[in-house]
Nanobody, 125 residues
Framework: QVQLVESGGGLVQAGGSLRLSCAASGRTFSTYSAGWFRQAPGKEREFVAAIRWSGGYTYYSGSVKGRFTISRDNAKNTVYLQMNSLKPEDTAVYYC??????????????????WGQGTQVTVSS
């Protein structure tokens, strides 16, 4: 069984930065593809970023590309999301997700088997 625990959320002013962490237990992250999703009140959960375990390829939604960076530290079994130039519209609960299945896509909810509990990010204007 895999458990994912997010941390690093909080309140920040527009233009500021936060770094989210997702620590995995149960299996090593080096064999996972991992993603970050977010869900704002009244909206559906949406893809933010992903990183494949094979080759370390990264993917981003258009709304965060150039501002957010996903990375991983296999030795620490942790995936990170560095968020810069934050905007009020980035306010949401951010969820970490992981899978060990090979998949042709990384941006869909069904691409992932394991989810964290979420961490709140609030960006004030």
């Amino acid at each position: 069984q895999v458990q994912l625990v997010e941390s690093g959320g909080g309140l920040v002013q527009a233009g500021g930065s936060l770094r989210l962490s997702c620590a995995a237990s149960g299996r090593t992250f080096s064999t996972y593809s991992a993603g970050w999703f977010r869900q704002a009140p009244g909206k559906e959960r949406e893809f933010v970023a992903a990183i494949r375990w094979s080759g370390g390829y990264t993917y981003y939604s258009g709304s965060v590309k150039g501002r957010f960076t996903i990375s991983r530290d296999n030795a620490k079994n942790t995936v990170y999301l560095q968020m810069n130039s934050l905007k009020p519209e980035d306010t949401a609960v951010y969820y970490c997700a992981a899978t060990f299945r090979p998949s042709t896509t990384v941006h869909q909810l069904i691409d992932y088997d394991y989810w964290g509990q979420g961490t709140q990010v609030t960006v004030s204007s």
